[in-house]
């Protein structure tokens, strides 16, 4: 089945400075990368999610990128600000395995943004 | 989040006991799921239902059962709970069982002694 890697676990980041988060997949079929910010104690929330037959997606602060080829994808934001922080997890719709398709999640990054 | 409904919010089993947890949905959507959530291991897909009368096995579904009611609930059975159960437990559905957003409930943490 899908095997999804994202890194960094945690990240600091300034206010008003950029932040990356990455994940890698393995099942070259996947074609649907959501990415979930979730506050403590609260459900996992769509901020923003790309297709495979796109490379890029803006959304004001937010934008999520897709490299098929090397088969990972990023999201950017930028001018960060306090209420970013939270954890955030990337996923991919592929192969869960017995000829089944789920959305398999990393693990998540933990971001902190340092007034 | 009136969209998803899970009760309930918080329980603590003694091993052994058994509980359900409910789902209920307004949206009307057509496939419901159920993850869980531990520590520094991201949502795991435990069993879903692509449509109304079927339920098929996720990533990892040891130890549980599933009822899709109708098209609005769907819960889920824990008939002897163990404390490697003790976990946060979301549902979530999406508009089919596609490559299609998939929008969670609130949660039900459970600890179970």
């Known amino acids: 089945g899908e095997n999804v890697e994202q890194h960094p676990s945690t990240l600091s980041v300034q206010e008003g400075d950029s932040a990356v988060i990455k994940c890698t997949y393995s099942d070259s079929a996947s074609n649907y990368f959501p990415w979930y910010k979730q506050e403590l104690g609260k459900r996992p929330q769509l901020i923003i999610d790309i297709r495979s037959n796109v490379g890029e997606k803006k959304d004001q602060r937010i934008a999520v990128t897709l490299n098929k080829t090397a088969k990972h994808f990023s999201l950017h934001i930028t001018e960060t600000q306090p209420e970013d922080s939270a954890v955030y997890f990337c996923?991919?719709?592929?192969?869960?395995?017995?000829?089944?398709?789920?959305?398999?999640f990393g693990k998540g990054t933990k971001l902190s943004v340092i007034p | 989040n009136a969209g998803v409904t899970q009760t309930p919010k918080f329980q603590v089993l003694k091993t052994g006991q058994s509980m359900t947890l409910q789902c209920a949905q307004d949206m009307n959507h057509n496939s419901m799921y159920w993850y869980r959530q531990d520590p520094g291991m991201g949502l795991r897909l435990i069993y879903y239902?692509?449509?109304?009368?079927?339920?098929d096995k996720g990533e990892v579904p040891n130890g549980y059962n599933v009822s899709r009611l109708n098209k609005r609930e769907f819960s889920l059975r824990l008939e002897s709970a163990a404390p490697s159960q003790t976990s946060v437990y979301f549902c979530a559905l999406s508009v089919e069982f596609s490559n299609q957003p998939q929008h969670f409930g609130d949660g039900t943490r459970l600890s179970i002694l």
């Open positions: 996923a991919a719709w592929g192969s869960g395995g017995a000829g089944s398709y789920q959305l398999t």
């Open positions: 239902s692509a449509s109304e009368g079927t339920t």
